[in-house]
C-alpha cells in the first residue's frame, strides 16, 4: 500500500491510431510541469491515465495538484491509495480514507482493465460498499452519495480513491503546432491565447508597444502575462516591436478616422512575417465582435484581407464579463488590470470609422512605404524567452 495521484486522460482517448502521440507528449508534459517536485521515473502508466507515485511522507501535495490542475490533456485529478487486488485490501484502504468523514450516504464505482479479476464491477461495488455501509451505518445511494469510493484495477495493481479534482481538459501543449499571438496587457488576448493553448497550440507572443514615446507599463504587464501564460505551455517566446514610428508616418500621411485600422493591418502584416520566421501556421487576436470600433464585423474583414495566414478569434462571441471571468481563473486578471499605455491609445483619433470602406484602406496605404514598414518592424524587434518551471 502507497500513496498516488491518478490522472486520466482528457479527450486524447478518441485519437484512434495516433493515441500513442498524444500521450507520449502528454507525460512529457506532466513531468515537466512536477519538476523538482516528484522524480519523473515515478511517473508513468497507461490505459488512459498516468499514476504518479508519492513518498509515504510526501509533503508537497497540494503543490503537485496544483501543477496538475494546468496541464493540459488531463481530465481529473485523483489522490489515493495504491492496493494489491482483492476485496480486503479495497475494504481495508477506504475504511481509513473516510475514517474522518461525516456523511450519510455511499456509493461505490470501480472500473476493471483487468479482465481476469474474478469477480465484475457490479460485484465488487456491493461487496466493498455493503461492507462500508454496515461499518458507518449509512445507506447506499447511487445517485447522489455524500461520499463516492472509486476503485480501479489495473493489470498488477489497483488504486483506490475519493474525489475527483477537475483537469484543464483540452490537447497536450504543444501537440497541434505553433501560432502567433498580438498580444496586449488587457484582458482579451491573453485569454484568447489560453484557448489556443487548451487546444494543444504552442503560442509565440508578439506585443506591439510605442515606447519611448509612452511609458513601458505594457511591455512590462505583457512580460507579467507571458510569464503567467508559461505556466501551462513551458516554454514561451515574446517579441517586442516598437510600432510608435510607424503610427507618427500614419498621422502624417493618412485621413484620421483609418489610422485604427491601418495600425492594425500593420500589425496583422508584422506578426506574419514572424509567423512564418517561426514555422507558424495562424495568428490569434482577441477580438471580439462588436466590443471597440476596430472590431465590427466590417473592420474585421478589412483586417482579415491584409493576412494570407489565417486569423483565429477564439473569443468573437465572448462578451467582456466571460473574459474578465476567464482571465480571473488563469491568473492574467490582476496584471491585466493595471492601468497602461496601449500602442492603439497612441495617436488614435476621437472617431474612428466602423464601418470602413475596403478601397479607400488600400489607397490610404499607396502612401505608405507598407513593405519597407513590415521589414523594419520585424527586424528592430526584440525577442524575450520565458521558461517553466524556471
Given at each position: 500500500?502507497?500513496?498516488?495521484?491518478?490522472?486520466?486522460?482528457?479527450?486524447?482517448?478518441?485519437?484512434?491510431?495516433?493515441?500513442?502521440?498524444?500521450?507520449?507528449?502528454?507525460?512529457?508534459?506532466?513531468?515537466?510541469?512536477?519538476?523538482?517536485?516528484?522524480?519523473?521515473?515515478?511517473?508513468?502508466?497507461?490505459?488512459?491515465?498516468?499514476?504518479?507515485?508519492?513518498?509515504?511522507?510526501?509533503?508537497?501535495?497540494?503543490?503537485?495538484?496544483?501543477?496538475?490542475?494546468?496541464?493540459?490533456?488531463?481530465?481529473?485529478?485523483?489522490?489515493?491509495?495504491?492496493?494489491?487486488?482483492?476485496?480486503?485490501?479495497?475494504?481495508?484502504?477506504?475504511?481509513?480514507?473516510?475514517?474522518?468523514?461525516?456523511?450519510?450516504?455511499?456509493?461505490?464505482?470501480?472500473?476493471?482493465?483487468?479482465?481476469?479479476?474474478?469477480?465484475?464491477?457490479?460485484?465488487?461495488?456491493?461487496?466493498?460498499?455493503?461492507?462500508?455501509?454496515?461499518?458507518?451505518?449509512?445507506?447506499?445511494?447511487?445517485?447522489?452519495?455524500?461520499?463516492?469510493?472509486?476503485?480501479?484495477?489495473?493489470?498488477?495493481?489497483?488504486?483506490?480513491?475519493?474525489?475527483?479534482?477537475?483537469?484543464?481538459?483540452?490537447?497536450?501543449?504543444?501537440?497541434?503546432?505553433?501560432?502567433?499571438?498580438?498580444?496586449?496587457?488587457?484582458?482579451?488576448?491573453?485569454?484568447?491565447?489560453?484557448?489556443?493553448?487548451?487546444?494543444?497550440?504552442?503560442?509565440?507572443?508578439?506585443?506591439?508597444?510605442?515606447?519611448?514615446?509612452?511609458?513601458?507599463?505594457?511591455?512590462?504587464?505583457?512580460?507579467?502575462?507571458?510569464?503567467?501564460?508559461?505556466?501551462?505551455?513551458?516554454?514561451?517566446?515574446?517579441?517586442?516591436?516598437?510600432?510608435?514610428?510607424?503610427?507618427?508616418?500614419?498621422?502624417?500621411?493618412?485621413?484620421?478616422?483609418?489610422?485604427?485600422?491601418?495600425?492594425?493591418?500593420?500589425?496583422?502584416?508584422?506578426?506574419?512575417?514572424?509567423?512564418?520566421?517561426?514555422?507558424?501556421?495562424?495568428?490569434?487576436?482577441?477580438?471580439?465582435?462588436?466590443?471597440?470600433?476596430?472590431?465590427?464585423?466590417?473592420?474585421?474583414?478589412?483586417?482579415?484581407?491584409?493576412?494570407?495566414?489565417?486569423?483565429?478569434?477564439?473569443?468573437?462571441?465572448?462578451?467582456?464579463?466571460?473574459?474578465?471571468?476567464?482571465?480571473?481563473?488563469?491568473?492574467?486578471?490582476?496584471?491585466?488590470?493595471?492601468?497602461?499605455?496601449?500602442?492603439?491609445?497612441?495617436?488614435?483619433?476621437?472617431?474612428?470609422?466602423?464601418?470602413?470602406?475596403?478601397?479607400?484602406?488600400?489607397?490610404?496605404?499607396?502612401?505608405?512605404?507598407?513593405?519597407?514598414?513590415?521589414?523594419?518592424?520585424?527586424?528592430?524587434?526584440?525577442?524575450e524567452e520565458f521558461q517553466f518551471p524556471n
Open positions: 500500500m502507497k500513496p498516488i495521484i491518478v490522472v486520466h486522460h482528457h479527450e486524447i482517448g478518441l485519437k484512434g491510431k495516433n493515441r500513442n502521440y498524444f500521450e507520449k507528449q502528454l507525460l512529457k508534459n506532466v513531468r515537466t510541469a512536477l519538476t523538482g517536485l516528484v522524480h519523473s521515473h515515478l511517473i508513468g502508466g497507461g490505459y488512459g491515465r498516468f499514476v504518479i507515485s508519492l513518498e509515504s511522507n510526501q509533503n508537497n501535495i497540494d503543490e503537485i495538484i496544483d501543477k496538475l490542475k494546468r496541464v493540459f490533456g488531463l481530465s481529473n485529478i485523483c489522490f489515493g491509495m495504491e492496493v494489491e487486488q482483492s476485496i480486503d485490501a479495497f475494504n481495508s484502504i477506504a475504511l481509513e480514507l473516510l475514517k474522518d468523514k461525516k456523511f450519510n450516504s455511499l456509493c461505490v464505482r470501480t472500473k476493471r482493465a483487468n479482465k481476469n479479476f474474478p469477480l465484475t464491477s457490479v460485484e465488487i461495488n456491493e461487496a466493498v460498499g455493503g461492507f462500508l455501509c454496515e461499518k458507518f451505518n449509512v445507506r447506499a445511494d447511487m445517485k447522489n452519495a455524500d461520499e463516492t469510493v472509486y476503485i480501479e484495477i489495473a493489470n498488477q495493481t489497483a488504486y483506490v480513491y475519493l474525489s475527483k479534482i477537475q483537469g484543464a481538459g483540452g490537447l497536450p501543449a504543444g501537440i497541434s503546432g505553433k501560432v502567433v499571438s498580438l498580444t496586449s496587457a488587457g484582458f482579451d488576448s491573453p485569454v484568447a491565447s489560453y484557448r489556443l493553448m487548451k487546444r494543444g497550440a504552442r503560442v509565440i507572443f508578439v506585443h506591439f508597444h510605442s515606447f519611448p514615446y509612452v511609458s513601458r507599463n505594457s511591455i512590462d504587464q505583457v512580460k507579467g502575462i507571458v510569464g503567467k501564460l508559461t505556466q501551462y505551455q513551458y516554454k514561451s517566446k515574446l517579441y517586442l516591436v516598437p510600432f510608435a514610428e510607424f503610427q507618427q508616418d500614419v498621422v502624417l500621411k493618412t485621413p484620421m478616422p483609418l489610422r485604427v485600422l491601418l495600425y492594425r493591418r500593420m500589425m496583422v502584416r508584422a506578426a506574419e512575417k514572424i509567423a512564418l520566421r517561426e514555422k507558424a501556421n495562424a495568428l490569434v487576436t482577441g477580438e471580439s465582435v462588436g466590443q471597440v470600433a476596430s472590431q465590427t464585423l466590417r473592420n474585421i474583414r478589412v483586417v482579415n484581407d491584409a493576412a494570407k495566414l489565417p486569423i483565429l478569434r477564439p473569443l468573437a462571441g465572448s462578451d467582456k464579463e466571460e473574459i474578465i471571468q476567464i482571465a480571473r481563473e488563469i491568473g492574467t486578471h490582476n496584471i491585466s488590470m493595471q492601468p497602461y499605455d496601449d500602442c492603439c491609445s497612441f495617436l488614435t483619433p476621437r472617431n474612428p470609422d466602423t464601418w470602413a470602406d475596403s478601397d479607400a484602406v488600400i489607397e490610404a496605404e499607396t502612401r505608405l512605404d507598407i513593405a519597407g514598414w513590415v521589414k523594419r518592424l520585424v527586424e528592430n524587434s526584440e525577442v
